[in-house]
């Protein structure tokens, strides 16, 4: 049995396997640029974040109906829960869709489906957090928050995601005031390819909760212990990280550094699809590399649900820490 977590960092469009997208390709009339899996699984050799997206946007173009992401939703969750997920709060890329014609109604309701199930179907329960692409124009994050206001009973917060280095949070700053008026939680990926400065952008200015990446904040002394002050959780992704090139290799990743000096980091699967695992990988990955014990996954496993957006629900989060509190690890368990 795997150790019980939540996933904080989860884009449903990386979870868009090769077989789904060739699959639906077919259904949907749309020609890929890729003759198979194997020859799409070979353009997955990405330098940076940027060559990343471009490959994640372009196969997007096969997500086109309600129906379309259900079947990714319920795949991703699935694989969540045979991996030891208990709960998720998943990202979507709205804008992505809309610029393709596909309403942002579709989008949502597609998954909403999907995850209306996931508890019954899987164990897991869900939210949703809309982001917005930091490389799209603050109006343009406006008009989609805007666009999504009919849907917002399915939605938890809001998010900030795509390249990250020359979009600074506090571009996006009116768009997370209004988020704030409307009740809805706060997050933003910052310090991934960005500066520390970015990190502590996204707290002045977006009032953030959570902080998705993080990984630069060690190069400011500072702004860890700030962090660690106020338990502001870090969504690392140690997996992207080798594969976007943010680190050369895992054993350089400094999770087990930012555990020791008490910050709270939780360990999470970006764009499992294309990174190589899903978050029980990670988990595994991590405690191989660096060498991680049994009180150090259980602490990122805590952490997660810690870390979540389990407000409304504290009975549902103190089941979740009990099982983690209770689980025994066996030989490898992660
Ligand atoms: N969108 C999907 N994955 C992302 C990542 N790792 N960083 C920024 N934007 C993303
Ligand atoms: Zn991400």
């Known amino acids: 049995m795997p150790?019980?977590?939540?996933?904080?960092?989860?884009?449903?469009?990386?979870?868009?396997?090769?077989?789904?997208?060739?699959?639906?390709?077919?259904?949907?009339?749309?020609?890929?640029?890729?003759?198979?899996?194997?020859?799409?699984?070979?353009?997955?050799?990405?330098?940076?974040?940027?060559?990343?997206?471009?490959?994640?946007?372009?196969?997007?173009?096969?997500?086109?109906?309600?129906?379309?992401?259900?079947?990714?939703?319920?795949?991703?969750?699935?694989?969540?829960?045979?991996?030891?997920?208990?709960h998720a709060e998943i990202f979507f890329d709205p804008q992505a869709h809309m610029a393709r014609g596909v309403a942002i109604g579709t989008v949502i309701e597609g998954l909403a489906a999907a995850l209306d199930r996931a508890e019954e179907r899987y164990g897991v329960s869900t939210r949703l957090i809309m982001c917005f692409l930091r490389d799209e124009s603050a109006e343009s994050a406006l008009a989609t928050l805007d666009a999504a206001k009919p849907y917002l009973d399915r939605i938890t917060g809001v998010g900030l995601d795509s390249a990250e280095v020359g979009h600074p949070p506090a571009k996006f700053r009116a768009v997370y005031e209004e988020a704030a008026r409307l009740g809805l939680r706060r997050v933003a990926h910052a310090g991934e390819e960005g500066p520390a400065s970015y990190i502590r952008e996204a707290l002045d200015v977006l009032g953030v909760e959570r902080i998705d990446h993080g990984l630069r904040c060690l190069e400011d002394p500072d702004l860890v212990s700030r962090l660690v002050r106020d338990r502001v959780p870090l969504t690392l992704c140690p997996l992207s990280n080798v594969r976007l090139r943010a680190i050369d290799v895992l054993e350089d990743h400094p999770l087990r550094t930012m555990l020791g000096v008490g910050l709270m980091a939780t360990v999470n699967s970006d764009d499992p699809a294309y990174f190589g695992g899903y978050v029980g990988d990670n988990f595994g990955a991590v405690r191989d590399a660096l060498g991680l014990g049994p009180d150090e996954l259980r602490t990122l496993a805590r952490n997660s649900f810690l870390a979540s957006f389990l407000e409304d629900d504290e009975a549902r989060r103190e089941r979740y820490l009990a099982e983690v509190e209770a689980y025994e690890f066996g030989a490898g368990g992660a």
């Open 3 to 86: 150790l019980p977590k939540a996933e904080l960092h989860l884009h449903i469009e990386g979870t868009l396997e090769p077989e789904l997208a060739f699959a639906l390709a077919a259904r949907n009339g749309v020609t890929l640029p890729y003759a198979d899996t194997e020859a799409l699984r070979e353009a997955y050799r990405f330098s940076d974040l940027q060559s990343f997206l471009d490959l994640y946007y372009g196969l997007m173009a096969v997500l086109r109906t309600a129906e379309d992401f259900t079947e990714l939703a319920d795949g991703y969750l699935e694989r969540a829960a045979a991996q030891g997920v208990r």
